[in-house]
Every structure is written in C-alpha cells, then in structure tokens.
C-alpha cells in the first residue's frame, strides 16, 4: 500500500492545475467523503478517502506535525486553531499552508515593543503580608517552616562552600545567593517523581528532595563517597535517586533534551512532568530555540523554567535580548507562558503548582520566566563588582531579600520565631562545618574509578591501560600523589 | 556461488580470470549455501526494522526519515509500519534532534539518530561529545546513553567541500564513543544490529556511493539474531606480502589494488577495519608481523587521521618487525573541490594504493613518495 502510496503522490504532483489534487483523488476514490477527518497542510480538517484511513489514523495518533497531506481539500473546514466567527466573510479570508488568514489593505507593523510590559504575579508585599486581592495556593505550616529552613541552609550552605573556596580548600563554587526562593518553593511544589534537568543554580532542588549537607560536600571535595565518584568540577550535582540529571556545563543543552525526556516519560504515562531550567542567558542558544519550539511541536509535557536575575557573568539583560524579557517568546512557540516574581517564594509556589497541573494534564509545555537578581558573583571565578555597582548589589542583597519577605510571612503566621532563625543557622553552620571537615579527610577515589563507566562494560583495552598504569606506579611510585588509593 | 561474483565482476570490466583467486577467498568468507544478493541500502534497511521490531524502544528521528521515506531510502517503509511515534520527521534543526535524541536515551528509550550527512552533525557535535559521549563517565555510570548517530560520512560524486568530509579520525579520538564504519551488506547490517543492541554511543558511519552496491549474502547474515561483533577488523583477503587496511568505500578500492598487485606477484593482505573505535589493533598488528609492510588507506585528511594512528600503534607494537616504512594514503589535504578532475585528484585512487603497496616491497627505484 505504501508503494501505491507514493506513487499515486509523484502523479500529483506532476499534475497541471487544472486538475487540483482533491478532484483527482475524487477519481480514484470514489467514497472519498466517508472517513475520518484529518489536518491537511492548512491547517483545515479534510475528509480523508477510505482508502487512506489505516495509514492517516497512525499519522493521526500524533496529531498535526510537519504533515504533508495526500490532499489539500481547501474550501472544506471542521475544526481550526481559530475560530469560524473571525471569518464572518468569507472574501476576507486566504487560505495558506499554517491555516487561514484575514487580509487586510492596511499596512501595518507589528511594534517591536508594547506600551505596556507583561505583569508579574506577585502575592507578598515588602511586609510580609499578602497584597490584597492576591490569589494564591495556601501554604501549610509544616511546608511553610520547611520551605523557609530549607532556604536558610542554602542560603548558609552558599556561604560557606564559597568561603572554602576562597580558603583553596575546593577548586570551585556557584552560589544561589538572591534565588533561594525559586529554588526551594519551586521544589516544594514538585513532586519527587518529577525529573528535573537543571543548569546549574538550583541545588535547592536537591536540598529540599533529601541531599544531605555530607552528600553537597563530597560532590565538592570529589571524594571517594561522591556519587560522581569524583568526575566532574564542584556543584555539578546529579542523582538517579533524586530524579535530578547531573548538571552539565554547556548552557542550555539540557533543553532540548528536556523535550526527550518527556517523550520518553509520556510512555510510563505517570503523572509527572520534566522541569528544565536555564537562565537569562542561556535563552540565547540556539538549544532555547531547539527545545522550546521542539517540546511545542512534540507536545511534550515540559515545564521550563527561566531565572531572569538579570545577568550572564558579566552581560546584563539589556545587551542579552531586546524583547520583553522571556515570557513573550513562549506564545512565538505557541507555548503558554507567565511572570512571577521569582523572589516571592508564594507566587513562585502557586504559579509551579498551576503550571505543572497544566503540564500534565493538557500534555504539553509551559513556560515560566521567574524575575530576580543574582546577588553573588557568577562564580567564584568572577569579580562582579568589576561590571556593577557595589550599591545595586547591597540593595539586592538586603531590600529586596527573598528569605527576609518569606520569612515575615511565616513570623506573622505564628509559625516561627527569632529563637528558631538563631538556633537554626547555628545548627546548620554547625553541620556543614563538620561535613567539610569530613568530605576533606574522605579518601579520594581509587584508582579503578579512573578507568570505569567511560562505556557500559570495561573495554580490553581500557583494561590493559590500567595494568599497565599500576605497573608503572609500582615501579615509580615516587612520582605519583601519594592520596590515590591503588 | 561463484557465478554470481564473476558476473558482478565483470561488468566492471575487470578480467575475471585473475580475479577469480582472490574472490574465491572473498566468497569462501562471505557465504555459505545462499547466493542472495543484497543492496547496502537493503541490508541498513532491514537491519532497522528488525531491531525496530524486537525492542519498542528502538525509533528513528531524522530529516525526511518519515513521509519522505528517507534521504537516501534508508528507511524507507518505515513509517508506514511502525507510524510517526517511532519514525519521526524533524525541522532542520540538527541540535535539536540531537539532543532530543539524546535526552530521550538518558530516560531509557533507544534513539537512532539520523544525519542527512555527517557534515551536519557538526552542527550537533556538542551534544554527541558532551552530552552523549561523556555522560556515562561524567555521571558516574548513573546515566547511560544508548544511542546510535548515523548517516552518510565522506565524499560523495561532486557534492564539494561542505557535503564530502571524512569524520572517522574525529569521533575515532572521543573516549566514550564507538565509531563504526561499514564496507559490505553484511558490514552493514551486523554492525547496525550491533551499533543499536549495545548501550553506548555509537557513531555509524555509512558510504552514500556504497548504498546502492550489492554484495552476496549468507543465510546467517540474513537471520534476524545476526550481529558482528564490535571492535573486531576483518581480513577480506589474506596475503603475505604487505597489509594494506582501509575502511568503508577504501576497502573496493584496494581490494582492486590487490588484484592488480597479484599479476605482478605481490600478495597484498587486505584487512577492513569496520570498525574505528575501538580500533582491533591485534588484527592489524598479526597481520603486520605477518607481512612486515604496511599500506593504510583513507578517504579523509591526512593530518591527525585513521592511518596516522595505525601507524602509531604498528610502531609501539611491532616496530622490529617492519621491513619498509609504514605508507599512508590518505585524501589531498584540500578542501574538497567540485570540479570532476580536481575532485578525482583529491581523493585516494586504486593506482595511488597499488604504488604505495609498490613502494613498500622495494619494487620502485626510489622510496620518494613520487615513485
């Protein structure tokens, strides 16, 4: 059938225009008006000739991609994007591939900029109390006090680890100073079945699912005890068991194959979705463009979500793109979109919670761009004061704290006091100290480790290598550091 | 059996006679009781549908793979059997699909990802090397990446200088992948079926000029549970005087040198790579300490190429036994241009391997690479 297929596809298209493509199908098919509708190449349902009808149903089961239809059966429409009330007169409307348009005799620019930008959702005020008339998802007091603690450990976890990279006890550190709040309320409104592919500033993730302080610090240190046994640069967390996708450097690649994962997880047919984040700049990769438009067209439950805090190292938004911010390039991808205020962990909640519920439900992408402000440097590679002002950073850094609003909020509820912040942030200091100490005393990774996993099973020649090497070692082992164990 | 060859054989308009001798060897090789016939694009084409139809996770993702039936037909009919979820027509976007393609593997599925031509994939080689080749290593074995990168590699006939480069010697240096470069039907189906079974990365590497050749076939090779193993060379014709090793379309090429360099008494050992990552060393080395001469060929750039590291391992681990300098043949270090003559000069001909072959048993009056 498929050979009868094309061929009769070659005849059409040899055919003059006299003869238009749905006439001649009329001819070979003469119960052509029977059968099941399909989306032709203008977006039009058509009525498909019986023949047809096994091979246009598994086209079907994955509705309209990149569809070259067998007809174009103009003229004859069932069921559009559009609605039939916007072509009231039918000499006002063309018919093109993408579906049916007005015309119109008036020249007109769409601006580049709209008067007014898209609003962010916001439900806290400066004060901690809700902004009258804000919706939002309420918070228990058990999720409350852990979403606030849970950013208070990051919060201090940053601080130290990056301390101990000043202090030459680690080689790197990444802090997610100012975007605790979308770190940690976004994980509270996840579920652990949720697979998230990070890019590299939301190891709240990680906290709030259960990594532990020790298990932060051996990723660090790259000890024995790291579950990247020691691979990768510090902060490139990953874990199976947390349903977090080890963090790879290369900005933005981790979405498009976001939209790959979620193919392969509508087949478990769970009730998950994938989070793929990137940040201001990572939009401009061709990967963003990949991957959104990608999870569209797929229909891909993905949740991607963007941290607008303004700055790319050291280029500022203004100089990263010149639309209005992220939210507006999800509806050029046909992807449903919002702004939050990524520094209020409530809105943050709610807008996560909604936007997953959609994900998953309606089974395709929602974009999320959360506004804030990367109050740390890039890294610790990175002297932000060098390309902002010290004053804009203090500003972001106290003023406009997202743990300070959250934290009012939780106070007024009753839920916490000043007591728990001391005693808190003493603990947790406390235990990352010790998990330092204890990360830095762990063995390195042995020798072994140097050699697996590059494929599934030990290649021989791999194997070779490594005997070879410990031969070596042993007859020279004046010449190697004496902390690998053999 | 041998009919079929002689027939083949002749309407390249090379004296059967003398090829007879060594296509015995061929045939002894190639086949036992079947005198079956099969196209490259026929091999590569079952071979898919086969492993499509044993694993459900195995699809297809590509430009034109679907309603187009494939660039070159490789998957042709696919579409229609399996339907759009397992045979998937992208936008041209070749990062994309790729990590898509990717992705999709990290959460278990087995993509075969297709290339209209590796010259493409270079638009995506960040995610083949970072995001697929790496991540086994970079994760700690927690993330695994059974993919499988295939399509057209090397020159084609007047296609010029972005559609005709060689990429063995590129992906062949990656840790993390396999590099898999088929000559025959048989090549090319044991090899796909090994390539999408093994749960690594693999790099395929086809020929387009070699899709429509036909090779005879055995009954095993058309069994739907055949596969070849991965890492191992073959010897297509076994000789004494010299090695010579090639890959992919080279592979034609000096198996003619070979005949040519019989009439003149030099028994030339032909050895097919299939496979350039891992490359079998031990073959090429036995095969060296055999004939203690060398002759590499390959379409690609010299510089950093295949035979630059053949070369390596024959001298860190056979250096006593060479009795001529090792000969690499190799494509003009040019880009590839479009003109017909210029084109024809740019890439490895039968005459240049036969000198080289020459060159190497002291059968020239000098050893300038000239002669």
Redesign the interface.
């Known amino acids: 059938?498929?050979i009868w297929?094309?061929r009769s596809r070659k005849i059409a298209h040899f055919l003059k225009p006299k003869i238009s493509p749905s006439e001649f199908l009329y001819k070979i098919c003469p119960n052509y008006s029977n059968s099941s509708s399909f989306r032709t190449l203008s977006g039009e349902n058509c009525r498909n000739p019986q023949a047809f009808s096994d091979?246009s149903t598994?086209?079907l089961?994955?509705r309209r991609?990149?569809w070259?239809p067998e007809s174009t059966r103009a003229g004859e429409q069932v069921e559009t994007p559009y609605s039939d009330d916007d072509y009231e007169d039918e000499n006002q409307v063309l018919d093109f591939p993408g579906g049916r348009v007005t015309f119109t005799p008036e020249m007109k620019f769409i601006s580049e900029t709209s008067d007014k930008r898209i609003p962010c959702y916001r439900v806290l005020g400066d004060d901690g109390y809700p902004i009258s008339g804000s919706k939002f998802e309420q918070v228990d007091k058990e999720t409350a006090v852990k979403m606030y603690e849970s950013m208070v450990t990051l919060q201090i976890m940053d601080n130290i680890f990056y301390e101990a990279q000043r202090q030459g006890r680690i080689s790197f550190y990444l802090t997610s100073l100012g975007e605790e709040a979308i770190n940690i309320a976004t994980a509270a409104a996840l579920t652990l079945d949720d697979?998230i592919?990070p890019q590299y500033r939301e190891p709240g993730i990680l906290l709030w699912r259960g990594f532990t302080l020790q298990e932060f610090a051996n990723q660090c240190f790259g000890n024995n005890a790291?579950?990247?046994?020691g691979?990768?640069m510090p902060i490139?967390y990953?874990?199976?068991k947390h349903n977090f996708?080890?963090i790879?450097?290369?900005i933005a690649?981790?979405?498009?194959?976001?939209?790959?994962?979620?193919?392969?997880?509508k087949?478990d047919k769970k009730e998950a979705c994938v989070v793929a984040f990137t940040g201001d700049g990572g939009t401009s990769e061709?990967?963003f463009?990949?991957?959104l438009?990608?999870a569209a067209?797929?229909e891909a439950p993905v949740l991607f979500i963007c941290r607008n805090n303004g700055w790319a190292i050291s280029t500022p938004i203004s100089e990263q793109f010149r639309s209005d911010g992220v939210v507006v390039k999800g509806q050029a991808y046909g992807i449903r979109s919002i702004r939050v205020d990524g520094n209020d962990a409530l809105a943050v909640y709610s807008t996560i919670r909604a936007a997953r519920e959609m994900v998953i439900r309606e089974q395709k992408p929602v974009l999320v761009e959360a506004l804030s402000y990367r109050v740390g440097h890039h890294s610790t590679s990175d002297d932000s004061t060098k390309y902002r002002p010290i004053n804009e950073i203090e500003y972001w850094r106290t003023a406009r704290n997202p743990l300070v609003r959250f934290q009012k909020w939780v106070h007024k509820n009753g839920w916490w006091t000043d007591d728990d912040e001391s005693e808190l942030r003493g603990s947790i200091r406390k235990q990352l100290l010790t998990a330092i100490q204890v990360a830095e005393k762990t063995e390195k990774p042995p020798l072994a480790?140097f050699f697996?996993?590059?494929?599934?099973?030990l290649?021989?020649?791999l194997h070779e290598q490594e005997k070879s090497l410990r031969e070596t070692i042993k007859r020279h082992r004046q010449d190697y550091p004496t902390d690998v164990p053999l | 059996m041998l009919g079929v060859i002689r027939q083949r054989v002749t309407c390249r308009g090379i004296p059967t006679s003398t090829l007879e001798q060594g296509m015995r060897v061929v045939a002894s090789r190639a086949f036992s009781s079947s005198a079956k016939e099969m196209t490259v694009r026929e091999a590569l084409n079952s071979a898919l549908d086969e492993e499509m139809s044993a694993d459900p996770r195995v699809f297809l993702m590509g430009e034109e793979v679907g309603?187009y039936?494939g660039a070159y037909k490789i998957s042709k009919?696919l579409l229609?059997k399996y339907?759009?979820?397992r045979v998937v027509?992208?936008?041209i976007?070749e990062?994309?699909?790729?990590?898509?393609?990717?992705?999709?593997?990290?959460?278990?599925?087995k993509?075969v990802i297709e290339f209209m031509t590796f010259n493409f994939s270079m638009q995506a080689i960040?995610?083949i090397i970072?995001?697929a080749a790496k991540?086994?290593?970079?994760?700690?074995?927690?993330?695994?990446v059974p993919i499988v990168f295939r399509g057209p590699n090397g020159a084609a006939a007047g296609v010029g200088a972005q559609h005709s480069q060689c990429y063995a010697a590129w992906y062949g240096s990656i840790?993390?992948l396999?590099v898999l470069a088929p000559y025959s039907s048989e090549d090319a189906r044991g090899l796909l079926k090994a390539a999408i079974r093994?749960?690594?990365p693999v790099v395929f590497l086809e020929n387009e000029l070699l899709y429509g050749e036909s090779f005879p076939i055995s009954a095993e090779t058309l069994d739907s549970s055949f596969s070849l193993p991965i890492?191992k060379a073959k010897i297509e014709r076994e000789g004494k005087d010299v090695t010579i090793t090639a890959f992919s379309k080279m592979v034609g090429y000096a198996l003619q040198a070979a005949g040519i360099l019989a009439k003149e008494g030099i028994s030339a050992e032909v050895i097919n790579l299939r496979s350039i990552r891992?490359l079998d060393?031990s073959t090429i080395n036995a095969s060296v300490r055999k004939t203690n001469r060398l002759v590499t060929v390959e379409e690609g750039f010299p510089q950093h190429g295949v035979g630059a590291e053949i070369c390596a391992s024959v001298l860190e681990d056979s250096f006593e036994y060479l009795d001529a300098p090792v000969e690499r043949i190799a494509g003009a270090d040019v880009p590839m241009p479009y003109a017909a003559n210029l084109e024809r000069m740019a890439v490895p001909q039968v005459e240049d391997i036969v000198r080289a072959a020459k060159r190497s048993c002291y059968r020239s009056s000098s050893l300038a690479a000239t002669a």
């Open positions: 059938m498929a297929f094309s091979y598994t086209i089961s994955f991609r990149w070259r697979v592919l790291d579950y990247g046994k691979r990768q490139h990953g874990s199976n996708f080890t790879s450097s290369p690649t981790q979405l498009p194959q976001a939209a790959g994962v979620a193919y392969s997880l087949m061709g990967d463009h990949a991957g438009n990608f067209v797929l480790e697996s996993d590059v494929y599934s099973h290649p021989s020649n | 309603e039936q009919g229609e339907g759009p979820d027509d992208t936008p976007t990062a994309g699909f790729t990590g898509i393609g990717v992705g999709a593997a990290y959460y278990g599925l993509p960040d995610h970072n995001s991540s086994n290593y970079m994760s700690a074995g927690q993330i695994s840790p993390g396999k093994d749960p690594d890492g891992p060393r």
